[in-house]
């Protein structure tokens, strides 16, 4: 017979299994605008922007398994110019070691963020997810040192 401990670790093992398999036969969906055409796409309030990757994609070749935020700032006090665009695209290739990264020159400041479940480039890089499984192996512990 299985002990409380046991059922606890096997119940949230299984839990956060079911989130990361995905359903059969649907693509990635993904927020996909740019600020430049759309001041709406800076902030995302709702999903009008939200679309199936495979509608996106133009090489077949390549499947579209991220989504991605890319946030580029120019500044610029010799010329007194300031400004920002924001864009929201599927992508198929994610960097080997970062979900976020940073670049800057003299002018210009960028920062990407890849992520990899529906509509996760809406906002910032900490996901619901990641969320769920900090809760849940904290909901673990303290289950597993109530009933012991």
């Known amino acids: ?9 096997t119940f949230w093992v299984l839990a956060i299994l079911c989130l990361w398999i995905p359903a059969s036969g649907t693509s990635l969906r993904c927020h996909v605008c740019n600020s430049l055409y759309n001041e709406s796409c800076e902030v995302i309030t709702d999903n009008r922007y939200l679309m199936d990757c495979y ?4 090489d077949p070749e390549r499947n579209h398994t991220i989504c991605r ?3 580029f700032s120019v500044s610029s006090v010799e010329f007194e110019m300031s400004s920002s665009r924001t ?3 599927c992508g198929y290739r994610k960097h080997p070691k ?12 960028e920062t990407i963020c890849e992520c990899e479940e529906d509509g996760c480039n809406e906002g910032s890089a900490l996901h619901f997810t990641f969320l769920f499984l900090i809760s849940s192996l904290l909901a673990s512990y303290f289950m597993t040192s109530i009933f012991m």
């Open 69 to 71: 935020k890319e946030v």
């Open 87 to 89: 864009i929201r695209t």
């Open 1 to 9: 017979m299985m002990n409380k401990f046991g059922f606890a670790v």
């Open 55 to 58: 509608k996106t994609n133009t």
């Open 98 to 109: 970062f979900s976020c990264f940073y670049n800057s020159n003299h002018d210009l400041k």
